[in-house]
């Protein structure tokens, strides 16, 4: 009983389980899977939101931020699986999607859920997917769809 993993780092990974961000962009493929663990690295992208996005990225996640949908970005779990998503498609092909690079190889998300609860201790550092034992599809622990409104 097992289940795909990547590791993304943060804040990128709290976006992709909270559904806002719809494409992960890798230049590899990955093992054939429909479902994948959302794992926020250790290691944070950058210490202030204000250094990965352009202002209007910004302001729409300090948005999500003040209206409460997303906590304080220093609350936002790293060195922990937070969740899960579907992969609608994998393509090469342009993607109408802020977060789509349009080259390398574009996983289209969909159906992304938060765990409950951060799980700790079964994360690797690691840039490409890796199984996670004693979780699969039929398993998951609790999670809910991020209401973005």
Request: net charge neutral.
């Amino acid at each position: 009983m097992h289940m795909k993993c990547l590791a993304i780092r943060q804040p990128w990974a709290m976006l992709v389980a909270c559904g806002i961000k719809d494409v992960e962009n890798r230049n590899a493929m990955i093992p054939p899977c429909k479902r994948f663990l959302i794992a926020a690295s250790v290691t944070r992208d950058a210490k202030d939101l204000r250094d990965c996005f352009d202002s209007h990225g910004y302001n729409l996640i300090t948005n999500y931020i003040k209206k409460g949908i997303l906590p304080p970005y220093e609350q936002w779990p790293t060195g922990a699986i937070i969740g899960w998503v579907d992969i609608d498609r994998v393509t090469h092909d342009y993607v109408d999607s802020p977060w789509a690079a349009n080259d390398g190889i574009m996983y289209v998300l969909k159906n992304a859920h938060l765990f409950d609860t951060p799980i700790y201790g079964k994360n690797k550092a690691t840039p490409f997917f890796y199984n996670v034992e004693g979780i699969d599809e039929n398993h998951l622990p609790p999670s809910h769809v991020v209401k973005l409104r």
